[in-house]
T-cell receptor
Framework: AQSVSQHNHHVILSEAASLELGCNYS??????LFWYVQYPGQHLQLLLK??????LVKGIKGFEAEFIKSKFSFNLRKPSVQWSDTAEYFC????????????FGTGTRLTIIP | DSGVTQTPKHLITATGQRVTLRCSPR?????VYWYQQSLDQGLQFLIQ???????AKGNILERFSAQQFPDLHSELNLSSLELGDSALYFC????????????FGPGTRLTVL
């Protein structure tokens, strides 16, 4: 069975600080990887996705993530955060075969202090 | 706006009651997924439909059921409601091929009193 671990439950940063949120997954086959963001009171929005190819993926709002297959990791990064990045961030995985459900991590709450 | 719509936005009901949540997928999407988000369980997959047929089941209680209609909208039926069913219920849709992201609707917040 697939599982996703997000070890950082709550991260607090000042504006302009650099961000890295950890995501590790457990799955025996080939996977698709996703980061979603949920702003307060809103629905999940896709930040970026990895299906295949270049393991460094760039998404919206200046976010990027790197897929490291040997470490089963897909960490999210942003060089300089803004107050508007305050949100909850979810890493998710599904199999790249068969149009499958997403398995989500527990989420990381990011608070940016102005 | 993801293109996925859900109604109602909020639902307040009593224990033992039955409710129906509705989801309309993005135009052209064949797959609909239902997820439950709660404080203690996080985001959990409930059930998936593809072009009218049930495709996969997750942690869905027997008191819950769903269906996808010929126009591809989907309904999630929750019956004999308990306090613990209070949660945010999201619907997502995708085109239904192997390499697709899922687009999420705004959710229905269910409060069981």
């Amino acid at each position: 069975a697939q599982s996703v671990s997000q070890h950082n439950h709550h991260v607090i940063l000042s504006e302009a600080a650099s961000l890295e949120l950890g995501c590790n997954y457990s799955y025996g086959g080939t996977v698709n990887l996703f980061w979603y963001v949920q702003y307060p009171g809103q629905h999940l929005q896709l930040l970026l996705k990895y299906f295949s190819g270049d393991p460094l993926v760039k998404g919206i709002k200046g976010f990027e993530a790197e897929f490291i297959k040997s470490k089963f990791s897909f960490n999210l990064r942003k060089p300089s955060v803004q107050w508007s990045d305050t949100a909850e961030y979810f890493c998710a995985v599904n199999s790249n075969f068969g149009n499958e459900k997403l398995t989500f991590g527990t989420g990381t709450r990011l608070t940016i202090i102005p | 706006d993801s293109g996925v719509t859900q109604t109602p936005k909020h639902l307040i009901t009593a224990t033992g009651q039955r409710v129906t949540l509705r989801c309309s997928p993005r135009s052209g999407d064949l797959s609909v997924y239902w997820y439950q988000q709660s404080l203690d369980q996080g985001l959990q997959f409930l059930i998936q439909y593809y072009n009218g047929e049930e495709r996969a089941k997750g942690n869905i209680l027997e008191r819950f059921s769903a269906q996808q209609f010929p126009d591809l909208h989907s309904e999630l039926n929750l019956s004999s409601l308990e306090l613990g069913d209070s949660a945010l219920y999201f619907c997502a849709s995708s085109a239904g091929t192997d390499y697709n992201e899922q687009f999420f609707g705004p959710g229905t917040r269910l409060t069981v009193l």
